[in-house]
Structures are given as structure tokens and as C-alpha cells.
């Protein structure tokens, strides 16, 4: 530290307490403001600190301000709290740039029992304040940086007991500003860090979220490919039949004669084949078309009005291959029509997941009879849509964390624990919501409620 410089022609005010009064005073502040001050942290320590510390050196203004770089390049103040005498005034940042702060900043102990304004007649603030006499400290870390100023002012000249005093206090507690500063730049980094791993995180989970829809798609395109093949191959199969029943039928029609029997049955050979090639490229065609739409739909969060049950009724369509190569089977109860204004793409999301969710977790290796039951019902408040298999259900230990992402009971056989939380997640976005189904029965239910306000 250096030396602590007193203003030209101060004069020492006689001692008005013996040592031994004086140092039980000093203790006596030091217990109470301590104790007001353990209380609080934050912005509210340096408050309660500034007004104590003025009514315990009885001086009109403390200031706690923190060091910072100003617009301009130069060393500054903010101020953290500022007490004026009768209640706290507004913070504010200023330039230590010809102010006894600065060398307060530079970590010497500063004190002028009166005339600092003649001192620094460029500290304008000081002659708002009225300032006659100074005392300040710095606020100086565990790694030796200075951190901020914590200073007392007042209109009167200071004694020199209150100068032990206040040089004391403001020492003990400027350690402790210090500390508290530290604690905040350590929260404050802290904060940055769970953030920056809160954004990785959701980053993180978006992409697994677009590779799970990525993956039920792709599991479709494997399915659908597969069921189209054989209808194609029927098809075709026929196509070429027709084509040697239409050269048979030439033959015969260029040759001298041909029975009325061997044309009926060329025609009829003709009509069978290409019922057979109508009906399977018809099959084909509605199975790449259900597929088509759901395809198209997922990347599609935009609302439309449409038939829930017959767009259901398509999910399950496209699903079948897979539903049959897994041996469940899927029974439908659902209205005549019901228009609801909905995202198709995350409605045949939701449907796809539960769908696969069942066919993946549902069934013991040895389960014959597996079923399926989807029911969609209208109400007062909206729809309701139920799901549920007849499997072999779920431990109830474990049934209030089926929504938790990343939770399976597949753990290390392909299972990513993203499937219901994705569903939890857009049934959300369209204003509903899922929830387990509790009635009594063999299984695994889900109730899925979208809004009437959708409609």
C-alpha cells in the first residue's frame, strides 16, 4: 500500500475517545454490520452494506462501485450501491479520470479529512455531493486484482477517531465486497457455462429427435418398398400373360379358322390378367400415395382441415407391412367423419410412434394374439383418441418416466427413449395433450385429447 496522502493544510482534530473506546466502537460496528450483511448476497448485500457503514462512521454518502472499462477506452465506476444520506441513490457509472477514486483503483488507501474538492476540482461529482472529506479503499481479489472502490463521504470535516474507524471498516469490508464480487463473477460464469451446455444439450436432442423421425421414416420407405414389390410383381407377371394371351389371340385370328370356344376363352384368359394388373398397380398406387402424403406431412407442421379418422385410417395403411412382418394386428373404431383443422405431419408423427412404440416394446417373443385397439371419439371439449395394445404393459415403478426423453426399456437393443417424449412433445405443439390411460385391461394405453379450439 502506499502511503495514505491527507489534504494540504488539514489539521488533526483532537481525539474525542481513548483508544480503548475507540477500538470497542469499532468492534461494535463491526458486529452489527456483519451481521446485517450475512443475510443478504447479491445486490442487496452492497445495499445493506453502504447504509450501514454511513450510519456507523456517520458520514452523509458510501459508495460500493465495481471497476470497469469505459466507452472511451479509460478506467471507470459503476457504482453497485450508493447511499446518500437519507435513502439509496440511483447507480451510475462515471470516469476515475482526476478523482481521488483513481488512486483508490490503483489499490492505495486514500484519505482527506477535508478540502477534497479544492483537491480534485475536476470531480464534478463531489461538488454535487458537497464533499468536504474522503476515505476509500480498494476492493482487491485472491488473485491480487483490483475489483472495484468502497468509499465514504461527507460534508464535514473527518476526526481522526472516525478516520481509525472508518480506514478500518472499510478495510474489512471491502475484503469482503471483494469476495462477494468474485462470487458473483463465479455464478455469473458459472450461468454462461450451463447455458452454453443447455444450448449444446438442446442441440443435441434436436438432432436425435430429427434422426428418430428420420429413422421412422426410413423404417416406412423399407416397409412400403417391400409390400409394393409384390403387387408390382403380380402385375407384371400378368402384364406378360395378357401380352401371350393378345399374341394367341392373333395367331388364331390370322389362321383359316377359329371356334367361337377358343375366342371366349382367349377373352377370358385376357379379362382375368388384366383384373390382375388393375388391381395390384390400384394397390400399389394407394399404398405409395398413403405414403406419399405421410411423407410429404412430416417435414409439414402447417394446419389443415381433414377427416381424422380417414387420415387415420391412412396411417395405419401405410404401417401395415410392418404391422404384419410383427404380427399385430390393428382394430379401428372410428366415426363416420370427423374434421378437425390440425399439422397432418405431427399428427401421423404421433400415430407412427405409438404404432412402432407398440410393435417394439409391447409383445413378448411367445405373445400370439396381438392386437392393437385405436378408437377416436368426439366430446364437448374436442376429440379424444385412444391407444392401447394388449401386452404385456408396463411396471407401475416405471410408468411416470415413459415420457422421459431418453428413457427405455430397451437400453443397448436400439432403443433411443426419444419415441414417447417426441409424442408427449407434438401433442403439445398442436394444443392437446397424452397422458396414460388408467382404466383396468390388459396392456399399455395412452389417451391423446386434441382441443376443440383446432376445429
Not at 476515505?135 to 460534508?155: C, E, F
Not at 394386428?329 to 367423419?337: A, G, H, I, K, M
Amino acid at each position: 500500500m502506499s502511503a495514505i496522502p491527507t489534504a494540504e493544510g488539514g489539521e488533526t482534530a483532537g481525539r474525542l475517545f481513548s483508544e480503548a473506546e475507540s477500538r470497542r466502537l469499532a468492534e461494535a460496528a463491526l458486529r452489527s454490520i456483519t451481521l446485517s450483511t450475512s443475510r443478504v448476497q447479491g445486490e442487496a448485500f452492497f445495499r445493506v452494506l453502504v447504509k450501514d457503514l454511513a450510519a456507523a462512521l456517520d458520514v452523509a454518502y458510501v459508495i460500493a462501485g465495481r471497476l470497469l472499462r469505459m466507452e472511451d477506452g479509460s478506467e471507470g465506476v459503476q457504482t453497485l450501491a450508493v447511499w446518500g444520506g437519507e435513502d439509496w441513490l440511483p447507480n451510475l457509472s462515471y470516469s476515475l479520470a482526476g478523482t481521488p477514486c483513481s488512486n483508490v483503483a490503483e489499490q492505495s488507501m486514500c484519505f482527506y479529512p477535508c478540502g477534497v474538492q479544492q483537491a480534485y476540482p475536476e470531480d464534478l461529482l463531489l461538488g454535487e455531493m458537497g464533499a468536504q472529506s474522503y476515505v476509500g479503499t480498494p476492493m482487491v481479489g485472491t488473485d491480487g486484482q483490483s475489483l472495484g472502490i468502497l468509499v465514504a463521504l461527507d460534508k464535514r470535516e473527518i476526526s481522526a477517531d472516525k478516520h481509525l474507524l472508518a480506514l478500518s471498516l472499510l478495510s474489512i469490508f471491502a475484503a469482503r465486497c471483494a469476495a462477494e464480487l468474485q462470487h458473483q463473477d463465479r455464478e455469473a460464469a458459472l450461468e454462461r457455462e450451463v447455458q452454453a451446455r443447455t444450448e449444446e444439450l438442446r442441440l443435441a436432442t434436436t438432432t436425435l429427435v430429427e434422426r428418430e423421425k428420420l429413422a421412422t421414416l426410413g423404417g416406412m420407405v423399407a416397409s412400403v418398398a417391400h409390400e409394393v414389390n409384390s403387387p408390382l410383381g403380380i402385375a407384371v407377371t400378368a402384364a406378360s400373360g395378357l401380352e401371350e394371351f393378345a399374341s394367341e389371340l392373333l395367331r388364331k385370328l390370322q389362321g383359316d379358322k377359329v371356334s367361337r370356344h377358343e375366342l371366349q376363352a382367349l377373352a377370358g384368359h385376357l379379362r382375368d390378367a388384366a383384373t390382375l394388373v388393375v388391381g395390384n398397380l390400384e394397390r400399389a398406387s394407394s399404398l405409395m400415395g398413403g405414403f406419399k402424403t405421410l411423407a410429404v406431412d412430416q417435414g409439414n407442421e402447417d394446419s389443415q382441415r381433414m377427416d381424422v379418422g380417414e387420415y387415420l385410417r391412412s396411417i395405419v395403411m401405410v404401417h401395415q407391412p410392418v404391422l404384419r412382418s410383427a404380427r399385430v394386428n390393428v382394430q379401428l373404431d372410428l366415426p363416420e367423419r370427423l374434421d378437425l383443422r390440425l399439422s397432418g405431419g405431427m399428427f401421423s408423427q404421433v400415430i407412427s410412434n405409438l404404432l412402432l412404440n407398440a410393435i417394439n416394446h409391447a409383445f413378448e417373443p411367445e405373445h400370439q394374439e396381438r392386437e392393437l385397439r385405436i378408437s377416436l371419439k368426439s366430446d364437448a371439449d374436442g376429440c379424444l383418441l385412444s391407444v392401447r395394445d394388449n401386452g404385456r404393459g408396463v411396471a407401475p415403478e416405471l410408468r411416470h418416466r415413459l415420457f422421459e426423453p431418453f428413457f427405455t426399456t430397451k437400453r443397448g437393443a436400439g432403443g433411443s427413449g426419444l419415441g414417447l417424449h417426441i409424442v408427449q412433445s407434438l401433442c403439445q405443439r398442436m394444443g392437446g395433450e397424452i397422458r396414460l390411460d388408467d382404466r383396468p385391461g390388459p396392456g399399455l394405453g395412452f389417451l391423446i385429447r386434441l382441443p376443440r379450439a383446432l376445429d
